[in-house]
């Protein structure tokens, strides 16, 4: 799918300022050349992201983090470690060169190491660490594969390398470990009891200081078409509420049986969480296109692997005019 002369040529995008989207095992990333402002600055125009929210830098590997962060405690350590490559992020003291643009002027810096072999060997031939973001617009679904993000941008961005789908389907799990204690920024695929075990202490849970991970806004991941999420039991029902006032209504099953109704748009998902999470944003995705008066969305299970899947799946809920800060 991507060959080494696509590689080399999104390093030469790279080199020059411009923008790659690129594969990882979580979502698709927009990426710049983290060293190069003026680059930075075009991630969050084409992204019409606001200017103070910080970005990852993704490095090819953990010795690469000592050039971007100005202190790599024991925990960090021993996180890169045990998760990385892998879907994690880790939030240290950034390094002096580390510019403002990158971290939206925190003394902070987000650092992951990515396991899809693209990202890998784009960020190997770089050399240098690439700040990106997940390649959608500001607040909306993530890309889980290039042809989202072709959808999204359509010719704004000079490269998207092909890597498939992304394995993992959810945006990195981000610890920050500047504070007195470590905290869980945002949920994702590795859990908050993999971190607990790996770190041997408690983690502060999201919600203290949210407002420092803007990914973890109250509106964010959402779909443009009204989602709620609901028990399955009152699905079927509700759905065919909707299509009897003359309504169309997009579903996300998990467990529900589809009524035999004309008029509902209705996708099952898969039932474990590895594969609900892999599936969630092109499920997203679908039913949004068909363009329904609301997406309604079976609640899945409260079990910790379905923690980061009702996190996104609460904030694609809100309703961005009237929570977002
Ligand atoms: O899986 C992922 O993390 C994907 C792939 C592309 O790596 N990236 C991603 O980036 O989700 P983005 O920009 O959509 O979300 C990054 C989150 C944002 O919520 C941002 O506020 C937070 O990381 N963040 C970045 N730097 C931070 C910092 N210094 N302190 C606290 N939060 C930070
Ligand atoms: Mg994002």
Redesign the pocket.
């Known amino acids: 799918m991507v060959s080494s002369q696509d590689i080399e040529r999104a390093v030469a995008v790279l080199r020059a300022g411009g923008l790659v989207a690129f594969p990882?095992e979580?979502?698709?990333?927009?990426g710049a050349d983290a060293a190069n402002v003026e680059a930075v600055k075009k991630v969050f125009a084409v992204k019409r992201?606001p200017t103070h929210?910080?970005?990852?830098v993704?490095v090819a590997d953990a010795v690469q983090v000592a050039n971007w962060a100005r202190d790599i405690p024991p925990p960090a350590q021993e996180l890169a470690r045990r998760f990385w490559p892998g879907?994690l992020?880790i939030?240290l003291r950034?390094a002096p060169r580390v510019h403002d643009v990158?971290?939206?002027g925190?003394d902070?810096?987000?650092l992951?190491v990515?396991s899809h072999p693209v990202a890998q060997a784009l960020l190997r031939a770089f050399g240098g660490g690439v700040a990106?973001?997940?390649?959608?617009r500001f607040g909306r679904v993530?890309a889980t594969t290039a042809e989202h993000v072709r959808k999204e941008f359509g010719g704004e961005i000079e490269l998207v390398l092909d890597g498939g789908e992304s394995d993992?389907g959810?945006?990195?799990t981000?610890v920050?470990l500047t504070g007195a204690r470590p905290a869980l920024?945002?949920p994702?695929w590795i859990t908050a009891s993999q971190l607990e075990r790996a770190l041997g202490r408690p983690l502060a849970l999201p919600g203290a200081d949210a407002a420092?991970?803007?990914?973890?806004?109250p509106s964010h991941y959402a779909p443009q078409t009204p989602l709620v999420v609901i028990e399955g039991d009152l699905l079927g029902e509700l759905a065919a509420a909707f299509v009897r006032q003359g309504r169309r209504v997009a579903v996300l099953a998990l467990s529900a049986s589809q009524p035999v109704l004309q008029g509902i748009t209705w996708i099952t998902a898969p039932r474990d969480a590895a594969g609900y999470a892999h599936a969630l944003y092109a499920n997203l995705r679908g039913l949004d296109e068909a363009a329904c008066d609301a997406i309604l969305v079976e609640r899945p299970p409260a079990a910790p692997e379905w923690a980061a899947i009702n996190d996104r799946l609460n904030r694609a809920a809100t309703n961005a005019e009237s929570d977002q800060p």
């Open positions: 990882t979580t979502v698709y990333g927009l992201r929210h910080p970005l990852i993704h879907p992020t939030i950034r990158v971290t939206g925190q902070t810096v987000a992951r990515p990106a973001p997940s390649a959608n993530s993992v959810l945006e990195s981000i920050d920024l945002r994702g420092r991970a803007p990914g973890t806004l």
